[in-house]
């Protein structure tokens, strides 16, 4: 059986409003006219005026008033996931992607910030400003409730709520790294927010990722056509420098199997008494598969019009 809690399931705590947007600031742009801004005290204002309040939280939403959108991650699907990953079971992942964006002389070439689109809590966006002492890091998210964690997952991470499917709140180039962990990709804006000699990492699940979950929990089940569709998605905008497997099993135990469940999008399609009791029936540690593909991308030029 397992149960929520424990190990990273409080909210952060709390401190003077917006000192982690500081050192993002210059970075952003309003969602509305597309102009500069700049913090006044407990909010961020665009020169047209235009003004959105910091949560006492420390993060600031920036997906214009009236936007339609899900709101992202629930706060028991946010409160999963931070226990899960405290618990340190996808730490090497978390490290490959440091070393890669070090190795990629993200902390020397190109100017800008780190920029996770889709960045949760903001656990694999730490891990790469622990590599890049000269960045700041932006996390964006759709979900306040991840908003939350990210923005005190690092002293240099600014936190902002947007939606990736729409024109992200960022300037134009303001980025050296961007990274794009099992979340959406809208090719166009990761093009846009891009320095032309920064990165894009593309972190996704392989056909056996978390393989021996996905039967007996009821897990969705990763598209078959999914190295296809990000061809698709990010072709027009990107051209492939390297991509490789990571995979490493897991031991997970019943409780650590359960967040696992319930932090991903499945857990909109189950009841939490039926997740619990499929996770009895499995085995006490269950070895679990991790395979994803990390990608690495350079921007193309923009091609003129007409």
Request: aromatic residues 6%; hydrophobic residues 45%; proline residues 6%.
């Amino acid at each position: 059986m397992y149960t929520h809690g424990g190990r990273g399931s409080a909210e952060p705590a709390i401190g003077e409003n917006g000192d982690m947007l500081d050192d993002v600031i210059q970075y952003l742009v309003c969602p509305h006219c597309g102009a500069a801004m700049a913090r006044t005290g407990g909010s961020v204002r665009c020169q047209a005026g235009h003004s959105f309040d910091i949560a006492r939280q420390g993060y600031v939403s920036l997906a214009p008033a009236g936007a339609a959108g899900a709101g992202g991650d629930t706060a028991a699907m946010v409160r999963a996931r931070s226990d899960f990953l405290a618990a340190g079971h996808f730490a090497g992942l978390a490290a490959e992607l440091g070393r890669t964006a070090s190795a990629a002389g993200s902390s020397a070439g190109a100017p800008g910030c780190v920029v996770d689109v889709g960045a949760g809590t903001g656990y694999y966006l730490a891990a790469v400003l622990d590599r890049l002492p000269d960045r700041a890091g932006l996390a964006l998210d759709s979900s306040k409730f991840a908003l939350r964690r990210a923005a005190r997952a690092h002293p240099r991470i600014g936190a902002v709520g947007c939606d990736a499917w729409r024109p992200l709140p960022v300037a134009d180039s303001a980025a050296a790294l961007v990274l794009n962990v099992f979340a959406p990709r809208n090719g166009a804006e990761l093009r846009r927010i891009l320095s032309p000699s920064g990165t894009l990492l593309v972190v996704t699940p392989g056909r056996d990722h978390l393989g021996e979950l996905v039967g007996p929990l009821g897990l969705l089940t990763v598209d078959r056509r999914k190295e296809e569709r990000l061809a698709g998605k990010l072709g027009p905008y990107f051209e492939l420098s390297w991509r490789h497997e990571h995979r490493v099993t897991l031991s997970l135990s019943h409780q650590a199997a359960g967040e696992l469940a319930a932090m991903g999008p499945s857990s909109w399609h189950a009841s939490a008494p039926a997740l619990e009791a499929r996770i009895g029936r499995l085995p006490d540690p269950v070895p679990v598969t991790l395979a994803v593909t990390v990608s690495a991308y350079q921007r193309l030029p923009v091609r003129a019009s007409g």
